[in-house]
């Protein structure tokens, strides 16, 4: 599965963003999502994940109430959407695709497919 994020830009805090990340293949209804974001100078963490069904999702504690993920098998799509931005929400934002059963949601080790990423940038 190929994945492609977008919906990236400037905001000013306070704002609201959604990200979408497009996946090609007919099997993307098999996959979980995972959203990671890598800021400046620190390593990629976990945003959110959302199980392949709809049914169940995840999320970074720091990050509850204010994300919220979704997705569009019908469409092949996941999104993320992104409120009460906060300038430490500034980063790159990557989508991935996690095939293994039993694996974590929140580990990057279990996602094997990744998209380029898009910019979030949280002006103060």
């Known amino acids: 599965v190929q994945l492609q994020a977008s919906g990236g830009g400037l905001v000013q805090a306070g704002g609201s963003l959604r990200l979408s990340c497009a996946a090609s293949?007919?099997?993307?209804?098999?996959?979980?999502i995972g959203w990671f974001r890598q800021a400046p100078g620190k390593e990629r963490e976990f945003v959110a994940a959302i199980r392949w069904s709809g049914d169940s999702t995840y999320y970074a504690d720091s990050l509850k109430g204010r994300f919220t993920v979704s997705r569009d098998n019908a469409k092949n799509t996941v999104y993320l959407q992104m409120n009460s931005l906060k300038p430490e929400d500034t980063a790159v934002y990557y989508c991935?695709?996690?095939?293994?059963?039993?694996?974590?949601?929140?580990?990057?080790?279990?996602?094997?497919?990744w998209g380029q990423g898009t910019q979030v940038t949280v002006s103060s």
């Open positions: 991935a695709a996690k095939a293994l059963t039993g694996s974590s949601y929140y580990l990057e080790r279990s996602y094997g497919y």
């Open positions: 293949g007919r099997t993307f209804s098999y996959y979980a």
